[in-house]
């Protein structure tokens, strides 16, 4: 049974020292309990996104985003009957209570021996020609180049490994040989690697016509190959699961600070100024999960960018969720970025890998 000592808050703490605990702990989930020792709550990551998504900054208390009513097992509950209650309830964690409801384990599907797999496919997109960071990439493709003295795709490659995925697919275009000669079938990593090559670039959402037919059966998790991120894509595809609709869209806050004094008017007079103030907006993070019904709609050989598929998508009524990143996150996009990748010591953004 997991050590819950670790992972237990107080509700008026806050919503960081939870994501922390997320971040560090193998549970993935913190225990809200009072000081008599009573379970009053849980929160788990998707709970944090929906807190973000509704406003509440990382600063705000656990009482206001944990689930007041969790689910969970007692002490007398043998371990078929918890496994049976866990799978029926899609659960990966149940915390244990006593007969008068103190917290006295915590049970994971890990400690089960039922350690998750996810045939759902990963469609890496590393095509394009990273023209901003010429001279760089005049001889190699963006994805290859090396962060920490490893390639970018492959850390992306191995943190979903990680995660218990194993069916890959990386789209192609420039400079195609060295991404196939590097990553061939993915024996090296023990999983299956296919490509999806673009004859012609296709946009940011194109490449998902040429996928293979057989393929479009179940969700995909779809991701720009230039993006550094240390993210849990299994609670990415918990979260889309659990959150209905036909797409989920990761998204970073982002600030824009006005360098004026904003004036507001009220008819001829002026109602307010609020010097340089300070706005927070959502902005795409490049990666996405998509149900068949989503990419299905893209045709073979069609240009298209995402956000004019997702658009269209909304405009139709269909549900796209929102997937608030609060981990590092940085888009190599540009000679700065790739130099301050560099610098940072990246054993503390990415699991290690280990075979």
Wanted: net charge negative.
């Amino acid at each position: 049974m997991q050590d819950w000592r670790k992972v237990i808050v107080a509700p008026q703490d806050p919503v960081a020292k939870v994501v922390e605990l997320l971040n560090e702990e193998a549970p993935h989930i913190a225990l809200v309990i009072d000081p008599q020792m009573k379970l009053v709550g849980t929160v788990t990551d998707g709970d944090v996104r929906r807190g973000l998504i509704r406003g509440l900054g990382l600063e705000c208390s656990v009482s206001k985003i944990m689930q007041e009513k969790p689910r969970f097992v007692t002490k007398k509950d043998g371990r078929k009957e918890i496994l049976a209650q866990m799978k029926a309830l899609s659960l990966l964690q149940m915390p244990v209570l006593d007969e008068s409801g103190v917290v006295v384990g915590l049970e994971t599907l890990e400690n089960l021996n039922q350690k998750p797999r996810y045939d759902n496919p990963v469609f890496l997109m590393a095509g394009g020609f990273g023209k901003r960071l010429h001279p760089l990439t005049l001889n190699t493709p963006k994805p290859l180049l090396e962060i920490a003295n490893k390639p970018i795709l492959q850390s992306i490659l191995e943190n979903f490994i990680v995660d218990g995925f194993h069916r890959f697919y990386i789209s192609t275009h420039y400079k195609a040989e060295q991404l196939r000669e590097h990553f061939g079938d993915g024996s090296d990593w023990n999983v299956d690697i296919e490509y999806v090559h673009e004859e012609v670039p296709l946009g940011t959402a194109g490449a998902l016509g040429l996928l293979p037919e057989q393929l479009r059966k179940m969700p995909l998790i779809m991701m720009n190959g230039d993006l550094l991120i240390r993210l849990n894509f299994d609670r990415l595809l918990q979260y889309h699961e659990a959150s209905g609709g036909i797409g989920t869209i990761c998204v970073r806050e982002y600030e824009i600070q006005v360098p004026y004094g904003v004036v507001t008017p009220n008819e001829n007079s002026v109602g307010e100024i609020v010097e340089k103030p300070i706005h927070k907006v959502f902005v795409n993070a490049g990666i996405y999960v998509l149900n068949p019904e989503f990419y299905n709609k893209v045709e073979i050989g069609q240009y298209l960018d995402m956000p004019e598929l997702i658009q269209d998508q909304v405009g139709g009524g269909a549900q796209i969720n929102m997937y608030p990143l609060h981990e590092r996150w940085l888009d190599i996009g540009r000679h700065v970025d790739f130099q301050l990748a560099n610098k940072e010591d990246q054993s503390q953004e990415t699991q290690q890998y280990d075979g």
